[in-house]
């Protein structure tokens, strides 16, 4: 959870800023998982920061919403154009990954558990590069 709330920081998520009056907050919870080797044994905990983003009304806190997804047909047929052309593949592990897109409103989470803000009327506003 403190790894999850340092990449926030780092990546500058979010500000935390005074709560305005008529404003909805979307709440937020974490998840946890335990990932398990084949062997059995415990390889790492995982994290996850959830916006519950079902708390928001159509017309009044969004206008629209979209999803960037990939079909496993794209990956493959990319796979298969990269190996016909003699390319390196490579694979990797992201830590953190946060989805990107631009806002067209202005969407409050309330502030995660684990992060500690002096007032308690503080909420943090999502910069305009993160999408719950």
């Known amino acids: 959870m403190n790894k999850g709330l340092a990449a926030f920081q780092r ?6 800023v ?22 059995g044994f415990i390889e790492r905990y995982k994290t996850r920061l959830i ?22 047909t794209s990956i493959r047929a990319l796979i298969a154009l990269a190996v016909a052309r003699r390319r390196l593949l490579y694979q990797m592990d992201a830590k953190n990954a946060s989805l990107n ?10 502030p995660p558990p684990g992060i500690s803000s002096s007032p308690s009327e503080q909420v943090c506003r999502l910069r305009e590069l993160f999408m719950v």
């Not at 990546?11 to 935390?16: A, E, I, S, V």
């Not at 519950?52 to 979209?66: A, M, P, S, V």
């Not at 631009?102 to 309330?110: A, G, H, K, R, T």
């Open 11 to 16: 990546t500058h998520t979010w500000d935390l």
């Open 101 to 110: 897109g631009d806002l067209s409103e202005v969407v409050y989470i309330q």
């Open 51 to 72: 916006a519950r983003g079902f708390t928001q009304e159509h017309g009044i806190d969004y206008e629209e919403t979209f999803a960037l997804v990939t079909k496993m």
């Open 18 to 39: 005074p709560m305005q009056p008529g404003t909805n907050t979307i709440s937020c919870k974490w998840t946890y998982k335990i990932k398990i080797k084949s062997d």
